[in-house]
Structures are given as C-alpha cells and as structure tokens.
Nanobody, 126 residues
Framework: QVQLVESGGDSVQAGGSLRLSCTAS????????MAWFRQAPGKEREGVAT????????YYADSVKGRFTISTDNAKKILYLQMDSLKPEDTAMYYC???????????????????WGQGTQVTVSS
C-alpha cells in the first residue's frame, strides 16, 4: 500500500522561499508519476507540477513556471517542491499525489492520481 506524507509547509512573506517534501512509501519502482497539487479555500484543487518518481522532464502549471522546481530522490523515494518568489496567491494547502500505474506522459489531471497525502499548509503574506 502506497502512503504519501508531506512536510515543509509554513508561513512566509511574499518573495520568500519554501521547500516541500513528500515521502512516498510502498512504491516498488520508479516509473510512476508523482505530482504536487494545491487547493485554496473556496477553489478547486489544481495541479502545480509533475515528474516521474525516478526523475525526468518535469511539467509545470503556467502559474508557477520559473518560480517552482519539482525534483525527486528516487533512492529515498522523496518528492520535493522548491518554491521561490512566493506570492500571496500561492497560499493553499499543498498535496502530494501519486499514480498507481505507469503512463507514457505525466500530466496534472487530478482524477488520474490514486494516492494522496494529507496536505501541508503554505501561507504567503504580502
């Protein structure tokens, strides 16, 4: 059984940085898409970034391109999200997600992700 546990959320000022981590236990390989999603109060959950657990070319939502970096440590099965130049509109609960089956291309369709963490709160003040 796959379990995802996020950490690293905090309150920061605009322009600051945070690094989120997600420990993925239960995966036996590396060709699984992993992603970060976020959900602000009153809004739908949206995809932020995705990458294979074993690494590779990442894909980002337009809203975070150039500011956020997704990466993995496959040996430790950890997913990271480095967030720089944070804005108040980045305030949200951030969730780590993983897929149960291999696919050719990772995307940010939340309905395709089978495993979810409990979330970690990021608050950016102006």
């Amino acid at each position: 059984q796959v379990q995802l546990v996020e950490s690293g959320g905090d309150s920061v000022q605009a322009g600051g940085s945070l690094r989120l981590s997600c420990t993925a236990s239960g995966y036996t390989g590396s060709r699984y898409c992993m992603a970060w999603f976020r959900q602000a109060p009153g809004k739908e959950r949206e995809g932020v970034a995705t990458i294979y657990l074993g690494g590779g070319t990442p894909y980002y939502a337009d809203s975070v391109k150039g500011r956020f970096t997704i990466s993995t440590d496959n040996a430790k099965k950890i997913l990271y999200l480095q967030m720089d130049s944070l804005k108040p509109e980045d305030t949200a609960m951030y969730y780590c997600a993983g897929r149960a089956r291999w696919v050719h291309i990772c995307d940010l369709d939340r309905t395709e992700y089978n495993y979810w963490g409990q979330g970690t709160q990021v608050t950016v003040s102006s």
